[in-house]
Nanobody, 120 residues
Framework: QVQLVESGGGLVQPGGSLRLSCTASGNILISSDMGWFRQAPGKQRELVATITRGGGTNYADSVKGRFTISRDNAKNTVYLQMNSLKPEDAAVYYC??????????????WGQGTQVTVSS
């Protein structure tokens, strides 16, 4: 079994910054694609950013220039640096990982979610 544990959410004022972290543990041999999605109340879950094992990145248009995704392959950890936060960024942020177990089975995993609130 593979677990994703997120941290770093919280309350921040508009224009502020937060850094989210997500670490995979358990029966994981290697992680490939990792990323962040978010879901605001009454809305569908949407992609925020993804990163390949080699460092290739993809961002939602709404966060380009403000958010930066990065990863540490040795730690199976992905980060999301969020700057210039806006009220519309408020949501539950979910970590995602595609990987390979020690039995060479592919897995798609989600974290439990971390709340980001942007309010003055």
């Amino acid at each position: 079994q593979v677990q994703l544990v997120e941290s770093g959410g919280g309350l921040v004022q508009p224009g502020g910054s937060l850094r989210l972290s997500c670490t995979a543990s358990g029966n994981i041999l290697i992680s490939s694609d990792m990323g962040w999605f978010r879901q605001a109340p009454g809305k569908q879950r949407e992609l925020v950013a993804t990163i390949t094992r080699g460092g290739g990145t993809n961002y939602a248009d709404s966060v380009k220039g403000r958010f930066t995704i990065s990863r540490d392959n040795a730690k199976n950890t992905v980060y999301l640096q969020m700057n210039s936060l806006k009220p519309e960024d408020a949501a539950v942020y979910y970590c995602y990982m595609k990987g390979l177990t020690r039995q060479y089975s592919t897995v798609d995993c989600w974290g439990q979610g971390t709340q980001v609130t942007v309010s003055s």
